[in-house]
Every structure is written in C-alpha cells, then in structure tokens.
C-alpha cells in the first residue's frame, strides 16, 4: 500500500513538474492573476473563487484534459515483475528481427512455466501476454453486437442504423472538448470528417500561437544547421514514402516535419519511460569526456528504414506543417517509440511478436506447424507490419481505422491481433505453401483487407 502511495505521489510530481514547463501552466498563471482583479474573487474565499471561475470559463476542463493526456504516458501503477536488466537495450531495426530472436532471460529456468515451455515460436522471453479470452474483454467495444466505422459505415449499411447518429455523438464529444469521452467514442472508430479534431483532442494538440512559433524556430535550426542523420532522412523518405501509391505527393511535408523532429530536444524527455537511452556524441577533441558528451541527434532518435511511415498517414488529416508536426511528435512519444525499442511493455515490440506467435500458435496450431516445419516462421513476415504500425501495407483508409483503436484503447495490442487475423484469413493458402518466398508471395498484398471485419471474426467469432 505505501509503495503504491508513493509510486502515485511520484507520478503526480512528474505530471506537474511536465505542465510548469508547458504554454498551458503560463497561461493558467495568466489567468489566474487576471481572475484576481474580478469584483467577485474574495479575499477571504479566494481558493474556493478562483476554483469556481476556473470551472466557469473552461479553464477546468482544459486541465483536466492536459492532465488525462499525461495520465497515458504515466499510467498508474499496476506493480508488474520487474522487467530483468538485459531487456533494457536499444533495439536497431532489422528486417528478419534477429535481435529480438536472440533475447533469453538468464534468470529463467524451464522448470518454472509449463505453457511456455511449450511455444514454439522464435521469441524465448517469457512475458505475459493475453490470450483471447483475455483480448475480448479488453476490446469489448470491437464485438459483433457494436456498431463499428470500417463494417457499418458501408454501402450496403443504410446510414440511419449507425453511422448518422455515430457522427452525432461524435460532434457532442468535440463541442463538450473531453479528452476522455474523445477517446472512449473513437473504440468505434472516427467519421472522417471528425477525425482529425478528434485525435487533436486526445492527444491534447491545441495549436497556441507559441506551438507555431517554437515549429518556425526548429524550421530555422534546419537551415542553419545541416546533421548527419539529415542524409538518412532523405534516403528513407526517397526509399519508401515516395514510392507509395498513397503517400508520395507529402514528400515535402516529411521532409519537413522530419527534419525538424530530429532537431526537437523536447522528443528526449520521453526516454524517462522508455527502456532505451539517446545516443551521445562528443564534442572534437574531448572523447570520452563525459562533460564533453551531447545527445546526438538532439532529439536522441536515429531514424531507421520506414520510420517516415510514421508520419505519411497523418499528412491526410493535417494540412498545416505545425499542427501535422506536433500531432506526429505527441504520437511517436506516446506510442511509436516502443515498435522500436526492447522492453517488456505490453505495447513493446517484444510483447507484440509474442502476443502474435502466442494467437496463432493456440487458435491455429496446424497453420502455425506447417509454416514452422516448411521453414517459414510467421513472424519473419509479419514483424515488419507491427514495427511500422501496417503503415505502407494497409489501404490508408484502413490504416487510420486501425489507428482510431490504438489511440482509443491507449494501446499497441492490436497490431498483434490483426497480424494473427490475417494469417487466418489467408490460412486455406498458406497450408498449400511449400517455402518461405511461397508464403510472403501470398501475404505480399494487403492493401485489398478490411481491417474491422478481420478483428471482429478473430476475437469474437473464435472458438475458445
């Protein structure tokens, strides 16, 4: 109980200590002396006044906003096993996952648990992770009784049964600016028109006058300054980005936005939770000097193969470079980070690969033995659809469906299930195959799927 008292007094100083450095904490402060002046604010009832203003003029619900959305970086404490030591590694990306193959925990000994003595797959960590039972009621809003935007919304669904009053709601939670109705409506998913206020709004992305001055000034760093990791950005964005059908007319938006974000010295503070450390450089002549030592790039993330795939989809929602900046800045700290650094968080990419080994080793064993003798491990082909958050593969109006849930459950989870739905979909195929080529040349494709009805059929039409 006292641990758990202090983990809590330790995450509200952190929560506190993050807004003091906000443009919101100056304006509360502004306000704050402004309501002073009014005829109504007493002296003797001051605390009680200013509590009763705040709520009046909106200034309640903007805090209570900021402090929910901080509330997903910091979650409260659940007090899991910590996490062993060599799990605490940076994790460069690679294409056939070979780092994440290679992970053992030195202090686990097979005697212990007879279920994962019995998996199968390449991952050999033994983390928890949820089986269906488990998954269906995480993801209770996905069931097949819920009106859902990806299977509802479509032509054969006359509008009048779901998605006219879905977009009703939805204007309702945008007009009363509730951060966590935001997220709890968007579990169904987001209308379009609404999507782009929506997510804003969850993510606590407000676009005061000093966001769009501090962008301009990391505009200006750009030009003043070249980085060697300048040379990456291009190269990545020219090698994937630019050849999608989807997403190479925003070559010079990510260019900008990425750019600048390699520049941001406030993209460090999320290493406070992540299992990863920036790199550091040293100043010429001063090797090894540990006050000497920079964090290089400034923001502490060496951008990998795809990592401009993390930026393309949003630039269909936001047309402005500031906004679109901000909004990729707040997703990659709250969620990106971790499809590419080793931890044992559940939305880590090492949980993910298990979770998605776990799925189809229980729920397709024959699927999974067939691929697994013909030397086709499922995960050597999925892997890259999770690091990248099916960016590049889904058809984007798909892929933001996806990202709707992953933003309303505050969760990676189901980057997982949708890798294991769609093995199962593709299953009659994949059992016919004889080779590794053979089974990616049958998954090659996915920009025909239909995200939500994959989902639904896998956890809630499943036998368990």
């Keep these: 109980m006292l641990q758990e008292e202090s983990d809590l007094a330790l995450i509200i100083a952190q929560i506190v200590q993050k807004l003091k450095g906000s443009n919101l904490y100056t304006q509360l402060e502004r306000q704050a002396w402004a309501s002073l002046q009014r005829p109504e604010i007493k002296l003797e009832s001051l605390k009680e006044d200013i509590k009763e203003f705040f709520k009046i003029s909106g200034w309640e619900k903007k805090l209570q906003n900021a402090v929910y959305s901080e509330l997903s970086v910091f979650p ?3 007090h899991p096993a910590a996490p062993p030591e060599h799990l605490k590694e940076p994790l460069v990306y690679m294409r056939k996952a070979q780092v994440l193959i290679n992970l053992r925990n030195p202090n686990y000994e097979n ?53 006219n009053e879905h977009v009703r709601i939805g204007q309702k939670v945008l007009s009363e600016q509730d951060s966590a109705a935001a997220q709890q409506y968007i579990r169904q998913g987001s209308p379009t028109a609404l999507r782009a206020e929506l997510w804003a709004l969850i993510l606590n992305i407000s676009s005061q006058p000093e966001d769009i001055l501090y962008y301009e000034q990391l505009k ?125 968080h559940p939305s880590g990419i090492v949980s993910l690969c298990l979770l998605f080994e776990t799925l189809l080793q ?22 890259k659809w999770m690091v990248r958050a099916f960016s590049g593969y889904l058809a984007t109006d798909q892929l933001l469906l996806l990202w709707d849930r992953i933003l309303g459950y505050n969760s990676l989870e189901i980057l997982a299930v949708l890798a294991a739905a769609v093995f199962a979909f593709r299953a009659v195929n994949l059992m016919e195959v004889t080779s590794l080529a053979a089974a990616e040349a049958v998954l090659a494709d996915l920009s025909t799927l239909k995200v939500m009805p994959l989902l639904q059929i896998f956890l809630f039409a499943t036998v368990t």
């Design 362 to 383: 229980t729920y397709l064993p024959q699927l999974f033995y067939h691929l697994r003798e013909i030397g086709a491990q499922p995960l050597r082909i999925s892997f």
């Design 76 to 78: 409260l404490p659940s």
């Design 220 to 344: 200006t760093n750009v030009i003043q300054h070249d980085l060697l990791v300048d040379s990456l950005i291009y190269k990545d964005v020219k090698l994937t980005a630019s050849n999608d059908d989807y997403y190479f007319v925003f070559e010079d938006y990510l260019y900008q936005v990425l750019l600048c974000f390699s520049r941001d010295t406030s993209v460090l503070g999320h290493f406070a939770y992540s299992s990863a450390s920036p790199p550091k450089s040293y100043i010429r002549g001063k090797l090894g000097l540990e006050e000497y030592a920079v964090f290089y790039p400034p923001n502490g993330v060496i951008p990998f193969h795809g990592f401009s795939m993390y930026v393309a989809p949003l630039c269909f929602l936001y047309h402005e470079p500031s906004k679109l900046y901000q909004i990729f800045r707040e997703m990659y700290v709250r969620f990106f980070f971790r499809l590419h650094s080793i931890s044992s």
């Design 111 to 163: 005697g212990d648990s007879h279920s994962f003595r019995t998996h199968l797959g390449l991952i050999q960590v033994p983390l928890k992770v949820k089986d269906i039972p488990e998954l269906k009621e995480f993801f209770v809003e996905l069931g097949l009784t819920a009106g859902q935007l990806g299977v509802d919304d479509s032509t054969q669904v006359p509008p009048e049964l779901f998605e």
